[in-house]
C-alpha cells in the first residue's frame, strides 16, 4: 500500500478482509510466532516488530462488535453476502483471485512475498474500513525537483532552498526505519550545491554589471553566433525564470521567457514583456532596461548575453 493511494482515492478509504479461521489463531498466539509457524517466515519489518509482533488479539471478538455497531465493520457467512453487506463491488471475485494466487504461491498483481499469500477461505468473513494514517513526516513545505521552495501557486520563492524531513517527500512508501536519512543526505547536497552555483552566479553576474558599465557595451554583432535553440535561467527580483533564444541564420531571431508569475506585476513583468523586441531588434543586448525594471531587465540582459558569448561563430 503507497502512502499516498488512499488519499487520492475517492473517500480517502482503504479495506482489509479477514477470514474466522485467521481470527482464531490470533486470539491464542501473536503475529509473530502465527507467521513462523503457518507461514514458514519471521516478521522483520520494524515497524510491526514495535507495534504488532508480539501482541495477541484476545479481545478481538468485542472489538469486531463495536466496529460493527459503528458501522465500518462488517461480517457475513459468504463472500457474497459480504460484498453486499460492504458494498464493495467486485468483493467475492477478487477474493476468489486472491485464493488462486495462494494456491498457485505467486502474487501477479501487487508481487506480495509468497510466505505472506494466506488464503481468506473459512467463514465468516470480515470486511474492515480503514482509514488513511501516517506513521512518518507528511507533507512539509512543498519543492520542486532542485528542492527550490514552491509558493501555494507552485512558483519558486527566489534563493530558499528545503532540505530533510521539512521537504514535501513522502509520495513513496516509507520502506523500513532510517529512510529519512537517505533523502536528507541527498536533499542536503542538492540543496547545498543549488546555494552555492546562485552565489557563483551573482557574483559573476555582478563582475560583469561593472566591468561593462550594465551593459553599455557587450562587443556582440550581427551574423556571429551559431544556430540553434538554446536555454538559460536569469534570476529575476523575485523569481529565476526560464528563457529561450533562437538563433537563425547567425541571428536573434526569437527569445521566449516563461515562468515569470512571480515578477512584480506591471513592473518585472513589463521588462519581460517589452526586452525581448528591444534585444530582437536591436541584434544585442546592448539596450536599454525598462524604466522602473532595472533589476528584472539586466537579469534577462546577462542571461541572454551569456548565450550569445558561448555560441559566438
Known amino acids: 500500500m503507497y502512502n499516498s493511494e488512499p488519499l487520492i482515492r475517492e473517500g480517502g478509504k482503504f479495506y482489509s478482509v479477514v477470514d474466522q479461521g485467521t481470527l482464531d489463531i490470533l486470539k491464542t498466539m501473536t503475529l509473530d510466532q502465527y507467521t513462523q509457524k503457518y507461514l514458514k517466515t519471521k516478521v522483520t519489518a520494524p515497524m510491526f516488530v514495535m507495534a504488532f509482533a508480539n501482541q ?11 466496529a460493527e455497531s459503528e458501522g465500518w465493520c462488517w461480517q457475513a457467512d459468504t463472500l457474497e453476502e459480504l460484498e453486499q453487506k460492504s458494498h ?9 483471485h486472491y485464493n488462486q494466487m ?27 474500513e480503514n482509514d488513511f494514517s501516517g506513521w512518518v513526516t507528511q507533507g512539509g513545505i512543498k519543492t520542486n525537483g532542485v528542492c527550490c521552495a514552491l509558493n501555494k501557486f ?5 534563493g530558499l532552498f528545503i532540505a530533510g524531513a521539512d521537504g514535501d517527500f513522502w509520495g ?59 536555454d ?6 523575485n523569481a529565476d525564470f526560464d528563457i529561450e533564444v533562437g538563433i537563425k541564420d547567425h541571428q536573434i531571431k526569437q527569445i521566449k521567457i516563461s515562468d515569470h508569475n512571480s515578477e512584480s506585476k506591471g513592473i518585472g513583468s513589463k521588462a519581460v514583456a517589452e526586452l525581448p523586441s528591444r534585444i530582437i531588434k536591436a541584434q544585442s543586448t546592448n539596450v536599454d532596461a525598462i524604466s522602473g525594471a532595472t533589476v528584472t ?17
Not at 505472506?116 to 477461505?121: A, K, Q, R, T
Not at 507552485?154 to 527566489?158: A, H, M, P, R
Not at 538559460?232 to 527580483?237: E, F
Request: aromatic content about 10%; some cysteine.
Open 172 to 230: 513513496v512508501p516509507y520502506l523500513v526505519g532510517g529512510t529519512a536519512n537517505g533523502f536528507s543526505l541527498a536533499s542536503g547536497y542538492i540543496a547545498g550545491t543549488q546555494c552555492y552555483q546562485r552565489v557563483l552566479d551573482k557574483a559573476k553576474y555582478d563582475q560583469e554589471m561593472k566591468a561593462n558599465d550594465q551593459y553599455s557595451t557587450d562587443n556582440s554583432s550581427t551574423n556571429e553566433w551559431k544556430d540553434g535553440t538554446y
Open 232 to 237: 538559460t535561467i536569469a534570476h529575476g527580483r
Open 88 to 96: 464493495l463491488t467486485n468483493l467475492s471475485k477478487e477474493i476468489q
Open 154 to 158: 507552485n512558483q519558486v520563492i527566489n
Open 56 to 66: 495477541i488479539l484476545k479481545n478481538v471478538d468485542q472489538d469486531i462488535k463495536k
Open 102 to 128: 495462494c494456491q498457485q504461491g505467486e502474487d501477479t498483481e501487487l508481487f506480495k512475498d509468497p510466505n505472506f499469500l494466506n488464503p481468506i477461505n473459512k467463514g465468516p468473513f470480515y470486511v474492515i
Open 297 to 313: 531587465s539586466n537579469a534577462i540582459k546577462y542571461a541572454i548575453r551569456d548565450v550569445l558569448d558561448k555560441n559566438r561563430d
